[in-house]
């Protein structure tokens, strides 16, 4: 968390540099900052690779990504856990080859670590007067799409559009790397990341539900 808010230094000093001191402050002035963390943290640093279950249970390690949340907010927008078992790698590391259901457990997992996360913002708010923080439910958003594929245009729900769909993740999908006809009718890009349809339904949530809750907000 603390690096994302070095690299959101670094941006706004090239942000001024582009478009000036003046123009700059008001770019910032009318912007909304939204961090969605935690996805990583849990998959690579808890699920996948644990090196972060020899130190904590699900709960300790869920108060160690809500202090870091706590001590690095101002006034941001902040983004829940998605639907971390129905992720498709996920689906592919606990052995459901034919059926590829989502992973209960770490749904579960996610949800009661959303719960705490809002009690979390909750409390920021009032130790921060003049300051917003608001929690933006990205799990809802994401499992609708999945459950209800056909209401929304999906095919897909449970495997990338990159090469099996399966495993392939960022360096893995490129240029070599055969992909599907229709990206559309995918949930997920690869085996992590959505498709850029399933950005845009949740920027019309985060557009249509959370920037109304900033007095900024603008129709646009």
Same mark, same amino acid.
């Given at each position: 968390?603390?690096?994302?808010?070095?690299?959101?230094?670094?941006?706004?000093?090239?942000?001024?540099?582009?478009?000036?001191?003046?123009?700059?402050? #008001?770019?910032?002035?009318?912007?909304?900052?939204?961090?969605?963390?935690?996805?990583?943290?849990?998959?690579?640093?808890?699920?996948?690779?644990?090196?972060?279950? /020899?130190?904590?249970?699900?709960?300790?390690?869920?108060?160690?990504?809500?202090?870091?949340?706590?001590?690095?907010?101002?006034?941001?927008?902040?983004?829940?856990?998605?639907?971390?078992?129905?992720? =498709?790698? #996920?689906?592919?590391?606990?052995?459901?080859?034919?059926?590829?259901?989502?992973?209960?457990?770490?749904?579960?997992?996610?949800? /009661?670590?959303?719960?705490?996360?809002?009690?979390?913002? /909750?409390?920021?708010?009032?130790?921060? %007067?003049?300051?917003?923080?608001?929690?933006?439910?990205?799990?809802?958003?994401?499992?609708?799409?999945?459950?209800?594929?056909?209401?929304?245009?999906?095919?897909?729900?449970?495997?990338?559009?990159?090469?099996?769909?399966?495993?392939?993740?960022?360096?893995?999908?490129?240029?070599?790397?055969?992909?599907?006809?229709? =990206?559309?009718?995918?949930?997920?890009?690869?085996?992590?990341?959505?498709?850029? /349809?399933?950005?845009?339904?949740?920027?019309?949530?985060?557009?249509?539900?959370?920037? %109304?809750?900033? #007095?900024?907000?603008?129709?646009?």
């Amino acid at each position: 968390m603390s690096q994302q808010i070095e690299y959101f230094k670094v941006y706004v000093g090239r942000l001024k540099a582009i478009a000036g001191e003046h123009e700059a402050k #008001q770019i910032l002035r009318d912007s909304l900052v939204i961090i969605s963390a935690g996805t990583n943290d849990f998959l690579l640093n808890f699920y996948d690779i644990s090196t972060r279950k /020899l130190e904590f249970n699900i709960d300790g390690y869920q108060i160690t990504c809500r202090i870091e949340f706590r001590d690095s907010l101002r006034n941001f927008a902040v983004s829940g856990l998605p639907c971390i078992g129905c992720i =498709p790698i #996920q689906i592919t590391k606990s052995g459901r080859i034919k059926d590829r259901k989502c992973v209960d457990d770490e749904n579960s997992d996610a949800k /009661l670590y959303n719960r705490k996360l809002t009690r979390l913002l /909750l409390k920021i708010q009032a130790m921060l %007067p003049g300051s917003k923080v608001v929690y933006t439910d990205i799990y809802h958003t994401l499992i609708n799409l999945i459950n209800q594929p056909q209401k929304y245009g999906f095919k897909e729900t449970n495997k990338g559009c990159c090469g099996t769909g399966l495993f392939e993740v960022t360096p893995l999908c490129n240029e070599f790397t055969s992909t599907c006809d229709d =990206p559309s009718k995918y949930v997920f890009w690869d085996s992590v990341h959505p498709t850029q /349809l399933v950005y845009q339904y949740i920027a019309k949530h985060i557009q249509r539900e959370v920037l %109304p809750m900033f #007095q900024f907000h603008r129709d646009i």
